[in-house]
Every structure is written in structure tokens, then in C-alpha cells.
């Protein structure tokens, strides 16, 4: 097989979920910030539903060793979404580069997306967004959202062709306005660039200092995500209400399912409707399961009339 027909491997993706989840205090002292509760749904499901509508069928879920038993009592093997879970503990956090220290052997040279676990992204055409970002075979592709309060993110500055100059790490003076979201997509050298990230004066490996070393090289795609387009970190008590409250106003008003990974497997056809029927007839009193079987009996309808 020639180099121009070899076949490429598909993407792996990591949901990182560790931490100790301090700015939830005290919720989060009994729980996972990642098992609270996002309006229906855990948090967990909306950064899973990412994945899977970025067409990834191999996840990884990294998470502390004493909140591992929980999230696998929830998610199990992943086949109900039509996908392969792998977990990993991540002892204590030193970073969001980190997991790709963890999860070296697992990538196994493959390219490799990485999701935060509190992070909700929700936009017109988010599936198309997220194809592409997947389909790259060279470089990083990270998404850059507009905030008010910049100096808790990776900021990114922009020139006037619209190509990303620098991107900092949380600062005081925040150049921009544009923080970067806690979605990453990766070539198949994000783990050799990983080893060679070092810790900061927070003494953490820094995912910043990741993304600046294919900015440097010129191969790291910064794409906007504009009006159109909303992320929530849910990783304080006012963005938590905040997400919840947007879920709900989303779902109620336009009668769309937000972060369901059901629903999204059954939109990329990882499972099909026989299976979307099983899982919402197993939550049917709650309005999630009465959504998931509304939209398989649509389905089944749309079916019996071609």
C-alpha cells in the first residue's frame, strides 16, 4: 500500500475529568464536579457528546482514583452510545497536558482530540465544525470564544489577516478578549510535543505551552466560534446555574436535546433506533426519556414512509 492510499487511523479522544473540583466547594467534596448536574443531564454527558458528534468512537476518561468506580457505574463500557471507554486515573492534577502522559501508551501514535470535563459547547452547525477540526491530519486545531473575563482562560491575539500571533496563559493583562476553550484537536506528535512541555511557575504542564509549540511551527488552526455560538465552563457555582439555565431555556423553547450523547450517537449513526428506543424507554418518566422516544418514533415514522 502506497503512502498516498494508506488508510488513516480514526481519531481518539480524551475526556479529562480529574481534579478536586475546588471552586465547587462544597458540593463537590462528596462528588465529581464532572456527576454534578447540568439542568437533566450530568455535566459530563455535554464534553461526551462533543466527542461522539466529532464522529470519536475510542475515549479515554481520565479521573481521580477515588471518583472512577462512580463514573463507570454511570457510562459503563460506552456500547450504549455505540462507542469504547477506556479509564484512567489521574493521581493528583499537574496540568491539562497531562493527560497525554497518562494516556501515551493508549494513543499509541494516533491523532488525538481532548475535551474538559465542564466544558459545554453548543452552536448552529457544530457538527460540521467539529468534522473538520477531526479530518486535519496535520497540526492542532483549538476554538477561541470571546469573554469578559479573559484572565481565567489561555488567551489568544489575532492579526489583521486573522491568523493567531500568541496565546498566554491566564494573564493579568489579558491582550485580548478571545479565550481559548477547553476543546483541542491533535496530529499524531501531540505526545512527543507533550514530553517535552515543562511545569510552570504553577507547577502545572501547562496545555498552553502545548498549543504554542505548533503555533510556533505555524500549524496550529485557531477557528472563532462567533454570536452564533455558545460555551459555558461550568466549573463555578455561577456558571453551573448559568449552563443548567441554558440548557433548560434551549430544550424548552426550541424542543432541541442539548448534550445528549444518546441523541448524538443515534445522529451519527452509531446506534440505531431500536437502541435510542431502549435507552429513553429506560428513563421514561424523566422528559430526557420522553425526548429520546419522541425522536425515534420520528425516526421509525420517517422510515415506514420512504
Known amino acids: ?64 482514583p477515588e ?5 463507570q457505574r454511570l457510562l459503563g463500557s460506552g456500547e450504549q452510545f455505540g462507542v469504547q471507554f477506556t479509564y484512567r486515573i ?11 502522559h497518562i494516556a501515551e501508551d493508549w494513543i499509541d501514535g494516533a491523532r488525538c482530540a481532548l475535551v474538559l470535563g465542564d466544558n459545554l459547547i453548543f452552536a448552529d452547525g457544530l457538527e460540521h465544525m467539529l468534522h473538520d477540526a477531526a479530518q486535519r491530519q496535520h497540526g492542532a486545531t483549538v476554538f ?7 484572565e481565567r482562560y489561555g488567551v489568544v491575539t489575532f492579526g489583521e489577516d ?28 501531540v505526545c512527543d510535543f507533550a514530553r517535552k512541555v515543562t511545569p510552570s511557575a504553577r507547577g502545572e504542564l501547562e496545555i498552553t505551552d502545548l498549543n ?6 505555524g500549524t496550529l488552526q485557531v477557528d472563532t466560534l462567533g454570536r452564533g455560538c455558545a ?30 450523547p444518546t441523541e448524538a450517537a443515534y445522529r451519527m449513526g452509531f446506534i440505531g433506533v431500536e437502541q435510542l428506543r431502549a435507552v429513553g424507554q429506560k428513563m421514561s ?22
Open 1 to 64: 500500500m502506497t503512502a498516498t492510499n494508506k488508510k488513516i487511523a480514526p481519531m481518539k479522544g480524551i475526556l479529562l475529568s480529574g481534579g478536586s473540583g475546588t471552586r465547587l466547594h462544597p458540593m463537590t467534596l462528596a462528588s465529581s464536579k464532572q456527576l454534578l448536574p447540568v439542568y437533566d443531564k450530568p455535566m459530563i454527558y455535554y464534553p461526551l457528546s462533543t466527542l461522539i458528534l466529532a464522529g470519536i468512537k475510542e475515549i479515554m476518561i481520565i479521573t481521580t
Open 67 to 71: 471518583d472512577q468506580p462512580q463514573f
Open 90 to 100: 489521574q493521581p493528583k492534577p499537574e496540568g491539562i497536558a497531562q493527560a497525554f
Open 144 to 150: 477561541s470564544y470571546q469573554v469578559k473575563d479573559p
Open 162 to 189: 486573522g491568523r493567531a500571533l500568541d496565546i498566554v496563559e491566564k494573564p493579568v493583562n489579558p491582550p485580548s478578549s478571545w479565550a481559548v476553550t477547553g476543546l483541542y484537536f491533535y496530529d499524531h506528535r
Open 212 to 217: 504554542r509549540m505548533y503555533l510556533e511551527e
Open 231 to 260: 460555551w459555558l465552563d461550568a466549573g463555578t457555582s455561577d456558571s453551573l446555574m448559568q449552563a443548567g439555565t441554558f440548557v433548560q431555556t434551549i430544550q424548552a423553547r426550541q424542543g432541541l436535546l442539548v448534550g445528549s
Open 285 to 306: 418518566k424523566t422528559p430526557l426519556g420522553q425526548n429520546l422516544l419522541h425522536i425515534a418514533s420520528e425516526a421509525e415514522l420517517s422510515l415506514k414512509e420512504r
